[in-house]
């Protein structure tokens, strides 16, 4: 059975870093893209970027470049979304997602939900 | 990159039938067929419901089904049950450095 299994539930303030973990299980993590999907509260979902754990290819939409490092580890078939400076604005609940084939998402992850606040 | 757009909100009694349209450019939906639709219950992760356009994953009722015309994809929910009340998202490949955009969601309420 294929499961992405997110690092629990996160609460942070302004300025402070952050790396939350998504891990792929019952399937060659390495032969699929990983990416990472933002919720903001009661708002929609927005695309962040996607990584290649076969080789860490990382392609990051223009509004997250810069803003976030998507990595991975294939040892441990573990992707990881960071922040080195949060801002009260990331708070939002962050999905990781399995891409199938071509440009959609068969397997999404239970969600990390961020809170930043002073 | 602005997101593919959809009608805020759509409803429908039981056994009626629902369509969700999601409108882009050439860029995105009209230029490729990789237009998916996912399903959101509150609190959940989405779902993905249909993929590449008018595929439905298995264990997907087929009374979920897509198509496609010129810039605008749609979503129709035939035979509403209580059960389809969620927001639903579409998707789509975009040519643009993005390479995937979604749209803004559409909350489905079944009266």
């Known amino acids: 059975e294929v499961q992405l299994v997110q690092s629990g539930a996160e609460v942070k303030k302004p300025g402070e870093s952050l790396k939350i973990s998504c891990k792929g299980s019952?399937?060659?993590?390495?032969?699929?893209?990983i990416g990472w999907v933002r919720q903001m509260p009661g708002k929609g979902l927005e695309w962040m970027g996607i990584?290649?754990?076969?080789?860490?290819?990382?392609r990051y939409s223009p509004s997250f470049q810069g803003q976030v490092t998507i990595s991975a580890d294939k040892s441990i078939s573990t992707a990881y979304l960071q922040w080195s400076s949060l801002k009260a604005s990331d708070t939002a609940m962050y999905y990781c997602?399995?891409?199938?084939?071509?440009?959609?998402?068969?397997?999404w992850g239970q969600g990390t939900l961020v809170t930043v606040s002073s | 990159q602005s997101a593919l757009t959809q009608p805020a909100s759509v409803s429908g009694s039981p056994g009626q039938s629902i369509t969700i349209s999601c409108t882009g450019t050439?860029?995105?939906?009209?230029?490729?067929?990789?237009v998916s639709w996912y399903q959101q219950h509150p609190g959940k992760a989405p779902k993905l419901m249909i993929y590449?356009?008018?595929n439905r994953p298995s264990g997907v009722s087929n009374r979920f089904s897509g198509s496609k015309s010129g810039n605008t994809a749609s979503l129709t929910i035939s035979g509403l049950q209580a059960e389809d009340e969620a927001d639903y998202y579409c998707?789509?490949?975009?040519?643009?450095?993005?390479?995937?955009?979604f749209g803004g969601g559409t909350k489905l309420t079944v009266l």
């Open positions: 019952g399937y060659s993590f390495t032969s699929y893209w």
């Open positions: 998707s789509s490949y975009t040519s643009s450095s993005t390479d995937v955009v």
């Open positions: 050439s860029s995105d939906v009209g230029g490729y067929n990789y």
């Open positions: 590449d356009v008018s």
């Open positions: 990584i290649y754990p076969g080789d860490s290819d990382t």
């Open positions: 997602v399995r891409e199938a084939t071509q440009y959609y998402f068969d397997y």
